[in-house]
């Protein structure tokens, strides 16, 4: 086992209450902060899925804090996109543990 994944095995991912908490955009152009994408792209696209897609893999492994689940997540939109998001298998379980609405998509 790779330094990675046992570190992404340990993390503590956060999780709301609710789904309902995410009200995040769901259209428009959204920029990250660099706290949560230190990428060069930080920019994404929110008419375009796979631009949704890594913007919400990257804020579910990254937030420290729960606004930034609400912030940028939109509870629909994650719905959608579930099943094909690629994200470390301890926050995944997390998510879907909390959520069985995410379980079933999956």
Same mark, same amino acid.
Request: without cysteine.
């Given at each position: 086992?790779?330094? /990675?994944? /046992?570190?992404?095995?340990r993390r503590t991912y956060l999780v709301p209450a609710d789904l309902s908490e995410l009200a995040g955009p769901f259209t428009g152009v959204v920029r990250l902060p660099v706290r949560l994408d230190w990428s060069e792209q930080r920019v994404y696209d929110l008419s375009d899925d796979s631009h949704v897609g890594l913007m919400y893999e990257r804020v579910i492994r990254e937030a420290s804090h729960l606004d930034d689940l609400r912030a940028y997540l939109n /509870?629909?939109?994650?719905?959608r996109l579930w099943?094909?998001?690629y994200l470390p298998a301890q926050a995944r379980k997390t998510w879907e543990t909390r959520f069985r609405d995410l379980a /079933?998509?999956?």
């Amino acid at each position: 086992m790779n330094t /990675r994944s /046992r570190y992404a095995s340990r993390r503590t991912y956060l999780v709301p209450a609710d789904l309902s908490e995410l009200a995040g955009p769901f259209t428009g152009v959204v920029r990250l902060p660099v706290r949560l994408d230190w990428s060069e792209q930080r920019v994404y696209d929110l008419s375009d899925d796979s631009h949704v897609g890594l913007m919400y893999e990257r804020v579910i492994r990254e937030a420290s804090h729960l606004d930034d689940l609400r912030a940028y997540l939109n /509870r629909e939109t994650l719905i959608r996109l579930w099943p094909h998001l690629y994200l470390p298998a301890q926050a995944r379980k997390t998510w879907e543990t909390r959520f069985r609405d995410l379980a /079933r998509a999956a």
